[in-house]
């Protein structure tokens, strides 16, 4: 997802985004309190600040847009748009950046390890079904989680595709495992939620990287 997507997604793509000033969260706060001791120390790395805020408003539909664990299980075969991202901002900033957002959609394939295929700016990870970090800037990592849309005729899916993206807002501070640490215990959350955290393959602490 782009930069272009993430603004997007704190304005146009959403239904109702009053001005009024979130309540700042902690790390663990953010992302339905998915974040472990690891993975919040990673976000207050990332930006370099101790207090976050989620996305404000209502979606089109009138669900709030702070991210839950049950309304990204139940949108994960929604197009983009209208899926439930944790999208997480610097308490006080003013810019309309997010930090990080965070995305998880249904997928029928997985991308598999090539590291031949790599850049040098890429790093691979030993989780998952396919796990990378593009320098300090995004991740991404498929899992095995089978789920079934909802309408007709019904989508069955083997895979679940999680992506943390940026718009610019990251600490010079920020690592590539960082990225993954924060991804990796999302992922973990939602995995739990939607019953397939054994064939997940989500480690509880991210291992060190191969670099490509």
Not at 67 to 94: M, P
């Amino acid at each position: 997802m782009s930069a272009t997507v993430l603004i997007c997604a704190v304005s146009a793509c959403s239904g109702d985004n009053d001005s009024a000033e979130e309540p700042s969260l902690t790390a663990s706060q953010v992302c339905d309190s998915t974040l472990d001791s690891s993975a919040s120390t990673a976000l207050q790395r990332v930006g370099n600040v101790a207090k976050f805020t989620e996305l404000p408003g209502t979606n089109d539909s009138g669900e709030p847009n702070t991210f839950s664990l049950k309304r990204s299980a139940s949108t994960i075969h929604e197009d983009q748009t209208q899926r439930n991202q944790c999208v997480v901002f610097k308490a006080g900033d003013k810019t309309g950046h997010p930090l990080i957002a965070v995305d998880f959609s249904a997928e029928k394939y997985a991308t598999t390890p090539d590291p031949s295929a790599e850049d040098d700016d890429s790093a691979l990870y030993s989780m998952g079904v396919y796990a990378k970090s593009n320098g300090n800037s995004s991740a991404i990592l498929y899992f095995k989680c089978p789920t079934q849309g909802t309408e007709e005729p019904k989508n069955s899916t083997p895979y679940i595709k999680a992506s943390l993206t940026s718009a610019g807002q990251l600490s010079i501070k920020t690592t590539g495992r960082d990225l993954m640490a924060i991804l990796n215990a999302v992922s973990r959350g939602l995995a739990k939620q939607l019953g397939c955290t054994s064939e997940a393959a989500l480690p509880a602490q991210v291992p060190e990287a191969k670099v490509g």
